[in-house]
């Protein structure tokens, strides 16, 4: 691989701290799939709102990630993103909102992420719709789906690209959509379609909750897509931030390994996290690698990473160094 401006600069001037970190855990990454290994990624925090799809959408179409479970509200915000993107509002001084501001802006249907609004009408009713139609189609052919092969489905049939308001090759769901990519959305009922899901079934709109699959099922799918994968190359995990989008995917090792029974099962064979947790505030999530050693999910050699800062900042110059921007 011919490194270009971005790989190059990085390794001429990121050489300490959390820099060195960045460009050590960027390296190990291209190892690892130079030996024919996969990588999982972890998404969680508001990386799609955020636009990782700019930088991930080629990551996945160049093979660089083999299997991602996310948070509800990064599958369905790179969807939102996708349809309504004109609509958005940038707010760059949202530190001096008031209450009252901020008021104003639920009163115009506009969610706020940080410095980013969400138009509620044109992205979350306008997705939401269209997906209630899929949700009544498989529910009444008896069908249960994930919920992001709801999304894949919604996406195929064609009926979200007359909104199209970005180019879908910088939607990260998309590019994972066209390669089938396995995904994994544990915790899909705190998302707004997971609510809106919820919602339908209160109001007798729809009428059976198991229509989208169970958490406890995409744990088994994993487990399954693990063993498979884990038996022809290693396996590393790249984790965004903390919470349920990577504390339920790394789990799956020690399930194997403990609770099945099958000690054969190989550990993750590499690890980086994007963190800003607090290692002493009792964080599972944010806990330094080492302590996963003690509960079977890595090893004493397996490479770990943690860079300790802004993954706005930080997952867009490992993907860039990865891909040899």
């Known amino acids: 691989m011919t490194d270009g401006p971005i790989s190059r600069f990085l390794d001429h001037h990121f050489r300490h701290f959390n820099a060195a970190a960045l460009v050590a855990a960027a390296r190990a990454y291209r190892e690892l799939l130079e ?7 972890a998404m969680a925090g508001a990386m799609s709102t955020g636009e990782i799809g700019l930088s991930l959408a080629e990551m996945i179409r160049c093979g660089k990630v083999h299997a991602i479970s996310c948070t509800g509200a990064n599958l369905e915000e790179d969807i939102f993103n996708l349809v309504a993107h004109a609509h958005y509002e940038r707010l760059p001084h949202y530190r001096e909102l008031t209450a009252a501001d901020e008021l104003r802006l639920f009163e115009r249907g506009l969610n706020r992420v940080t410095d980013t609004a969400i ?4 992205a979350m009713r306008r997705v939401e719709r269209l997906l209630l139609e899929e949700w009544k189609a498989a529910e009444e052919r008896g069908e249960r789906l994930f919920p992001h092969e709801f999304v894949y489905r919604l996406l195929r049939s064609g009926k ?5 308001q970005i180019d879908p090759r910088d939607s990260w769901v998309v590019a994972a959509c066209e390669a089938d990519l396995p995904l994994f959305v544990p915790g899909w009922e705190d998302s707004t379609l997971g609510n809106v899901f919820a919602a339908r079934l209160i109001d007798g709109t729809l ?22 994968t884990s038996a022809q190359a290693p396996i590393g995990f790249f984790q965004i931030g903390g919470g ?6 790394i789990c799956v090792v020690p399930m194997l390994r403990q ?3 099958r000690e054969d099962t190989p550990v993750w064979a590499y690890f980086c996290q994007i963190s800003d947790s607090t290692t002493s505030y009792g964080s599972y999530s944010g806990a330094a690698p080492t302590e996963k050693i003690t509960w079977g999910k890595l090893g004493v050699d397996t490479p770990r990473f943690v860079v300790e800062s802004d993954a706005s900042i930080v997952a867009p110059l490992i993907f860039a160094y990865v891909l040899g921007w």
């Open 207 to 228: 009428r059976n909750p198991h229509t989208v699959r169970s958490g406890i099922e995409a744990m088994i799918c994993l487990a399954d897509w693990y063993t498979r």
């Open 35 to 41: 030996r024919g290994g996969k990588m999982f990624l």
């Open 160 to 164: 979200l690209e007359p909104f199209y």
């Open 259 to 261: 609770d099945l029974w």
């Open 244 to 249: 349920i989008a990577g504390d339920f995917p």
């Open 119 to 122: 138009p509620e009408q044109e």
